[in-house]
């Protein structure tokens, strides 16, 4: 059986701050009740990725929480993660699913209606659809589509929605009330002063109202 | 079993005016037998776009075609192998990916790291930087052609030598103890590269 794609996505980031490490972000989260962690180094050596993966997925195994790896194949493949989140300049979905067989979950991601319709065709198991606001994690990451439309994405997709960008405290409840399945956090968790206590509140919304 | 002793590695920007398709397809048609792709500005799906148009001319010609640092890619396109660098992951991690066919070339620098490629199962090695070069500008140590028989003496799998290699260099470098020479200026920025490229072919014939 397919590993479950959870509803907060934590995704680690080094590049906004560079007060904690990837494993560090991942043990916070975890620790405030993150249920999937999106390992996601765009910066640094293959070796350095494999390290930081490596570590990670020891702390999701033994929380039982899901390991998703960003961009690298490879990484996912040596230290056996759950699976891999694609974006569009990424291998192709097709071709990842091909490597990566059926038990491993492969999230694809798109701006569009146009980008939604080929990654659910592509076979993807969840979509990450954004900017929902404007962000600073991603470069050139599009117009902020605003909590509305994430209801007309959800409407219209087959597959599990995350929504990504920009998201933050207050917007969980609202977002959650579209449909979708789950959200994916960078900047409001790994730049807040207390990670773990930033992934437990947004949790805890998630958990009261929305499970 | 690594049967070519030139090893194209390319930089699509030393190109000038012509396209690395054009290079590559000029190099292979002239008698090298492996490439590899090592273009590391490159997103994944960039990378994967243009390996698989190389893979079409290397295929072709039946050279091997080898891909810098990304296994997935390397995996995804079906190329013949992976070329690691000392940063990659280690040989054996790479190998449990690769699995047992597909061939793994891997950069060291002493001969320390060469024992322990070796006996981790990479397939050949790429000893440098041995003359100055403008294609690792980073890099500023050379490490001289002598030290080319440290790194070779205890290891038997093929090692190319790398790094400001031309053709009047070549044959220094196989008198040191190297298998081939592992080529990227000369042939990238060369007017005629099918002439380049004999001209490393009558250096590498064993005499």
């Given amino acids: ?211 | 079993m690594i049967d070519f002793t030139l090893y194209l590695v390319t930089d699509r920007k030393l190109t000038g005016s012509r396209t690395l398709e054009e290079i590559v397809e000029e190099a292979c048609a002239a008698g090298v037998r492996a490439v590899q792709l090592r273009e590391r500005d490159l997103d994944a799906r960039e990378l994967f776009d243009l390996a698989r148009r190389i893979h079409t001319i290397t295929a072709k010609h039946e050279a091997f075609l080898f891909i810098n640092d990304r296994i997935d890619v390397a995996l995804a396109v079906g190329v013949e192998g992976v070329h690691l660098r000392e940063t990659s992951l280690p040989v054996a991690e790479a190998r449990k990916i690769t699995g047992p066919d597909m061939l793994l070339g891997t950069s060291i620098h002493s001969p320390e790291s060469a024992v322990t490629a070796y006996r981790q199962g990479a397939d050949f090695l790429v000893y440098g930087t041995i003359f100055d070069t403008h294609s690792k500008p980073d890099l500023q140590e050379t490490a001289g052609v002598q030290s080319i028989v440290r790194v070779t003496q205890n290891i038997p799998i093929p090692v190319f030598a790398i790094g400001g290699i031309t053709p009047d260099r070549t044959r220094m470098c196989i008198e040191a103890g190297a298998h081939g020479v592992a080529v990227i200026s000369a042939i990238m920025q060369s007017d005629d590269v099918a002439r380049t490229v004999n001209q490393f072919k009558e250096q590498l014939v064993i005499l």
Avoid: W
């Fill in chain 1, 1 to 211: 059986m397919k590993p479950k794609i959870g509803k907060l996505h934590v995704l680690t980031d080094t590049i906004l701050q560079s007060k904690y490490t990837h494993p560090d972000l991942g043990r916070m989260a975890i620790d405030g009740g993150a249920d999937t962690i999106q390992f996601r180094q765009k910066k640094g050596t293959l070796l350095e990725m494999y390290r930081n993966a490596e570590e990670i997925v020891k702390l999701c195994r033994d929380a039982d929480v899901t390991m998703i790896v960003d961009d690298r194949i490879d990484i996912a493949f040596a230290v056996d993660a759950d699976g891999v989140h694609l974006g569009q300049s990424d291998i192709p979905l097709t071709i990842a699913r091909k490597l990566l067989g059926e038990k491993k979950i492969i999230g694809g991601s798109a701006t569009d209606f146009d980008e939604l319709q080929k990654v659910i065709e592509d076979g993807a198991d969840y979509v990450g659809f954004g900017p929902v606001f404007g962000t600073m994690s991603k470069e050139n990451p599009g117009k902020p589509k605003g909590i509305q439309f994430m209801k007309r994405v959800a409407e219209r997709s087959s597959i599990p929605v995350v929504a990504i960008g920009g998201i933050k405290l207050e917007h969980v409840d609202d977002l959650f009330r579209t449909g979708i399945h789950g959200i994916a956090v960078i900047s409001a968790i790994c730049c807040s002063d207390d990670p773990e206590t930033a992934t437990r509140d947004f949790m805890k919304i998630i958990k009261d109202k929305h499970s």
